[in-house]
């Protein structure tokens, strides 16, 4: 168990406001990195871990990690691909005709996306007729989206970035970016790099997983190293305005356990904010989430969850059931390595993803395999990790469910289906 400090920094100041009043509120520990899979148990001898703490930002209601690991290490290597989940396909599908229509896209028009993944985004867009690229740091994804013939340029976001697309691309009539923007470290850097690739009519549509629904179920494990800011609206139009862009809309979608897309377009020109950013601002205000103590008394609630689940299945253990997991997903790993659920209680982890069959999750060290396991060695009990993707994840285990085997469902409250 060790931090190792030569790829991490502490930060003291919130990225939004530039404010040092900041209070912890929850501590999960010391975690591991949990898309660090590993390939044997030698390879987990030295695995650091980091703690993993979350401050409110008194002055402007931002949340953000204490600790900031170097993004090289996170993301040069990544072993999540976005177009394994139908889920997610679907939603990206929708996605994109929904903007297409929107902003009245023609093949004329440029659309960039940045941590474009495995290209299952903006292919879409490609697929519509849009000229596209994709801007992906992971060497292996940004290959697998350029043999897929999605241009994809293998770079981390920043000014140089955007400035080399402008340079050879022209300016983009939309930049869109799902599940990035917590992942930043410069918050600001990071807009104004897209602020100045847009065109004056242009757009930057993101979606961020949204701190109400954090709080209101309880998602604690999607808490993780890779996930510096856990955003409201308020500190969202903040970073927004403090650079160049005006906050033109939000919506929310259940993906992802809940998230917001949110629209910006360049503050000279843009349209008064719609109805829907005045009713979530009034909704976070109404909640008390710009107020400490509804935070504290959040980790209280945690703190509950980890002894209702860690009871559980020591006592089905207890009665000699055997438990395994599915969805060897981040927030999973979080959870198990949170609640010390480890070998001891689950035999192994399904998950769909074939880069990480094979190998050992992060911390816990528990075998991922395929789903044929389920069939060949079949547990009492499967719990489900990726809980954002439940029904699918029932949707592909319907013969195992047919034979006698169970669900637990252990966010936002413990159940067994």
């Not at 396909?89 to 993944?117: K, P, Y």
């Not at 976070?284 to 509804?294: C, K, P, S, V």
């Not at 969850?305 to 059931?321: I, N, P, S, Y």
């Not at 079949?378 to 469910?401: C, I």
Request: aromatic residues 8%; contains cysteine; hydrophobic residues 40%.
């Amino acid at each position: 168990m060790s931090t190792t400090n030569d790829i991490c920094h502490r930060r003291t100041t919130c990225r939004v406001c530039g404010g040092r009043d900041l209070v912890r509120f929850l501590d999960l520990g010391l975690m591991p990195l949990v898309n660090r899979y590993l390939n044997s148990s030698d390879d987990g001898r030295d695995e650091p871990r980091f703690p993993l703490e979350i401050l409110f930002c008194r002055a402007c209601s931002l949340s953000q990690l204490s600790v900031v690991v170097d993004p090289k290490v996170l993301y040069s290597e990544y072993d999540y691909h976005s177009s394994v989940s139908k889920t997610f396909q679907q939603h990206c599908e929708e996605m994109a005709a929904s903007q297409w229509r929107e902003f009245g896209l023609t093949a004329q028009d440029f659309v960039v996306e940045i941590a474009s993944n495995d290209g299952c985004l903006v292919s879409k867009f490609q697929k519509l007729g849009c000229k596209v690229l994709g801007v992906e740091p992971a060497v292996n994804l940004a290959e697998l989206a350029n043999d897929a013939a999605v241009p994809t340029l293998n770079e981390f976001w920043s000014q140089a970035a955007a400035d080399r697309i402008l340079r050879e691309h022209g300016p983009a009539r939309l930049v869109v970016a799902t599940n990035v923007l917590a992942h930043v470290d410069d918050l600001h850097g990071f807009i104004r790099a897209v602020a100045s690739l847009l065109r004056p009519d242009g757009a930057l549509v993101f979606e961020v997983p949204y701190m109400v629904n954090f709080m209101n179920r309880a998602e604690f494990d999607t808490a993780y190293h890779e996930h510096l800011s856990y955003f409201l609206l308020r500190p969202l139009k903040q970073a927004l305005e403090a650079n160049g862009l005006a906050l033109a809309n939000a919506q929310e979608f259940e993906i992802h356990g809940g998230s917001i897309r949110v629209t910006a377009r360049p503050a000279s020109g843009a349209p008064a904010p719609s109805d829907g950013v005045q009713r979530l601002l009034s909704w976070e205000e109404e909640l008390g989430l710009h107020e400490e103590a509804t935070y504290l008394r959040f980790a209280s609630h945690v703190a509950m969850l980890k002894e209702e689940l860690t009871a559980f299945v020591h006592a089905l253990k207890a009665r000699g059931k055997k438990l395994a997991a599915y969805g060897a997903s981040a927030k999973g790993n979080i959870l198990l390595n949170y609640c010390g659920i480890g070998k001891d209680m689950l035999d192994y982890v399904v998950d769909d993803t074939p880069a990480k069959q094979g190998k050992l999750y992060p911390g816990n060290h528990l075998p991922i395999v395929n789903r044929s396991q389920l069939h060949a060695s079949p547990p009492n009990y499967l719990l489900l990790l990726a809980w954002n993707f439940v029904d699918e994840m029932v949707k592909n285990t319907a013969e195992y469910h047919a034979r006698g085997g169970r669900y637990i469902v252990p966010i936002p409250s413990l159940r067994v289906i």
